[in-house]
């Protein structure tokens, strides 16, 4: 059984930095792409980042791009997302994801394993 734990969410000014986590367990976690998606209060949930199975190839959204990082140690089990310059409009809940490949991307639907989620929240 997958199962995909995040960490690292909270309340931060606009401007500042959050570093979430996510532990990976139930699979070979160095065999697939992970990915971080978000949804905020009354919104879809939408694409933020995603990192293939080596790390050698990331993706970002374009409301991201420049300002998050993707990451992952694979010794670790564990994939990061870095962001920096937050801004009010990044507030939402978090989720981590696991692809069904090793090199998925953006697509929702090619993620069938997910966390629970963590809040972020940015304060103006």
């Known amino acids: 059984q997958v199962q995909l734990v995040e960490s690292g969410g909270g309340l931060v000014q606009a401007g500042g930095s959050l570093r979430l986590s996510c532990a990976a367990s139930g699979r070979t976690f160095s065999n697939y792409a992970m990915g971080w998606f978000r949804q905020a209060?009354?919104?879809e949930r939408e694409f933020v980042?995603?990192?293939?199975?080596?790390?050698?190839?990331?993706?970002?959204?374009?409301?991201?791009?420049?300002?998050?990082?993707?990451?992952?140690d694979n010794a670790k089990n564990t994939v990061y997302l870095q962001m920096n310059s937050l801004k009010p409009e990044d507030t939402a809940v978090y989720y981590c994801a696991g692809a069904r490949s090793s090199t998925s991307r953006n697509n929702i639907r090619d993620y069938p394993y997910w966390g629970q989620g963590t809040q972020v929240t940015v304060s103006s």
């Open 41 to 43: 209060s009354g919104k």
């Open 49 to 72: 980042s995603s990192i293939s199975w080596g790390g050698a190839t990331t993706y970002y959204a374009d409301s991201v791009l420049g300002r998050f990082t993707v990451a992952r």
